[in-house]
């Protein structure tokens, strides 16, 4: 059984989904900062993620993603093989390598695979996020939207005067004067 990081930052990137799914949409730059993963990289996780139906898009400003489902119905099982491509089922399968013995120790490993399947079947997303909360983490909210500008100040009792010209010909003529 081959168990690659894709798994492991899958899983890690949907653990912090969970925290915060209830700030609504979490855009994909936050995850990346926050879990050290590459944004292109995560990208192609989310999107592997998005056509299993784990997580869901939505696009435009405070846009990201969301689960899917509830985090209690969503398995670590489900993202492993949602990302993993079917490694996990077989990862031998389509490879040609030169002729071998028998495979002695197949049955073992095989054995070993499902029974590890079967555990992360058993491990729910809203499991994972709740040992992190109970262990002290705290999920930030939904950060600050930043001005574009400074914020504008109430307007003093006197209205400002300017003295500029409101105007390209105005302006012109300030120079002719």
Same mark, same amino acid.
């Given at each position: 059984m081959r168990m690659s990081t894709k798994g492991r930052f899958a899983v890690n990137a949907m653990i912090d989904l969970t925290l915060r799914e209830r700030s609504g949409p979490v855009a994909l730059a936050a995850i990346a900062t926050r879990q050290q993963i590459?944004?292109?990289y995560l990208e192609q996780l989310f999107s592997?993620?998005?056509?299993?139906?784990?997580? *869901?898009?939505t696009r435009g400003p405070g846009g990201g993603y969301t689960l899917g489902r509830d985090a209690a119905e969503i398995s670590v099982a489900d993202v492993m093989l949602a990302v993993e491509d079917g490694e996990l089922e077989g990862e031998?399968?389509?490879r040609e390598e030169a002729p071998r013995g028998p495979d002695l120790s197949g049955s073992?490993?095989?054995?070993? *695979?499902?029974?590890?399947?079967?555990?992360m079947a058993t491990i729910t997303l809203r499991v994972l996020a709740d040992e992190q909360i109970a262990a002290g983490y705290v999920a930030d909210e939904k950060p600050a939207r930043r001005a574009i500008g400074p914020l504008p100040q109430p307007l003093a009792a006197k209205p400002v005067r300017s003295t500029a010209p409101n105007s390209v010909f105005a302006f012109g *003529?300030?120079?002719?004067?």
């Open positions: 590459s944004l292109s592997r993620l998005r056509r299993a139906g784990l997580v *869901q898009s031998e399968r389509g073992l490993w095989s054995s070993v *695979q499902h029974v590890m399947l079967r555990h *003529q300030s120079f002719v004067r």
